[in-house]
C-alpha cells in the first residue's frame, strides 16, 4: 500500500533562509512525485513533480524538490524563504500505474518569519 | 492542463439533509476521484469513480453515506447523505492519470 510521512507537523523558518520541508515515501514500484500547496481558505495549488530523469525537480515560486531513491525521499527545498511562503504543504504519491490514486502526506505547516 | 469546475463552492446545510456536488471536467476522463479534507487535516481519499462501472470506495467510506455518479467521461457527483456536523469539511474532486493529477477547487461544506 501507498503511504507519505511527513515527519514535521510545523516549520519555522527566518525571511531569507533556505527552507526545507521534508517527505519520505512507501510504495510499490517506482513512484510518481508531487508537492502541493495550500493558503489559507484556498484551494490546493500545484508545485512541482518528479516522474523520471534528474532528481532535482524545479518548480513553481522558486521552489524545488530532491528525489532519493535509496532513501525514498523527496523533500521540498527553497534557497532563500519569503513571508508569503507561509503556508500549508502537502507532499504526494502515486505509483506509476495509470489512473493509480494519489495518496497525500498529513501536511506540513511552513511559516516564515519576518 | 485540464479545468475542473466544482459546484458549489460552498454550502451550509442543516443535519439530516444531503447535499450534492458536482465536478465537469473540460475534457474527457476515465478516472476521477473524490477527497476529503477535514479542518485541519489532509486530503483523504473517499472513492474512485471510474465510467461505467460501480465507484470504488477507500476504507471508511460506505456508498449509503457518500454515493457517486459517473454518468460520462466529463461528469461526476458526490453526494454526502444524511450530514452531520462531523461532515464538514472539503471535498475535492481530482482526476489525472499518469503524470497528472488535477484538482477542482473544492466544496466548503459546514452542517449546522
Known amino acids: 500500500a501507498q503511504s507519505v510521512a511527513q515527519p514535521e507537523d510545523q516549520v519555522n523558518v527566518a525571511e531569507g533562509n533556505p527552507l526545507t520541508v521534508k517527505c519520505t515515501y512507501s510504495v510499490s514500484g517506482n513512484p510518481y512525485l508531487f508537492w502541493y500547496v495550500q493558503y489559507p481558505n484556498r484551494g490546493l495549488q500545484f508545485l512541482l513533480k518528479y516522474i523520471t530523469g534528474d532528481n532535482l525537480v524545479k518548480g513553481s515560486y522558486g521552489f524545488e524538490a530532491e528525489f532519493n531513491k535509496s532513501q525514498t525521499s523527496f523533500h521540498l527545498k527553497k534557497p532563500s524563504a519569503l513571508v508569503s511562503d507561509s503556508a500549508l504543504y502537502f507532499c504526494a504519491v502515486r505509483a506509476k500505474t495509470s489512473y493509480d490514486k494519489v495518496i497525500f502526506g498529513p501536511g506540513t505547516s511552513l511559516s516564515v518569519i519576518p | 492542463s485540464a479545468v475542473i469546475s466544482q459546484k458549489p463552492s460552498r454550502d451550509i446545510c442543516q443535519r439530516g439533509t444531503s447535499l450534492t456536488i458536482q465536478c465537469q471536467v473540460d475534457?474527457?476522463?476515465?478516472?476521477m476521484f473524490w477527497y476529503r479534507q477535514q479542518p485541519g487535516q489532509s486530503l483523504t481519499l473517499i472513492a474512485t469513480?471510474?465510467?461505467?462501472?460501480?465507484?470504488?470506495?477507500e476504507s471508511g467510506f460506505v456508498i449509503d453515506k457518500f454515493p457517486i455518479s459517473r454518468p460520462n467521461l466529463t461528469f461526476s457527483t458526490l453526494t454526502v447523505s444524511n450530514m452531520s456536523p462531523e461532515d464538514s469539511s472539503i471535498y475535492l474532486c481530482s482526476l489525472g492519470g499518469g503524470t497528472e493529477a488535477f484538482f477542482g477547487q473544492g466544496t466548503r461544506l459546514t452542517v449546522v
Open positions: 469513480a471510474n465510467q461505467g462501472s460501480e465507484a470504488t470506495y
Open positions: 475534457s474527457q476522463v476515465t478516472m
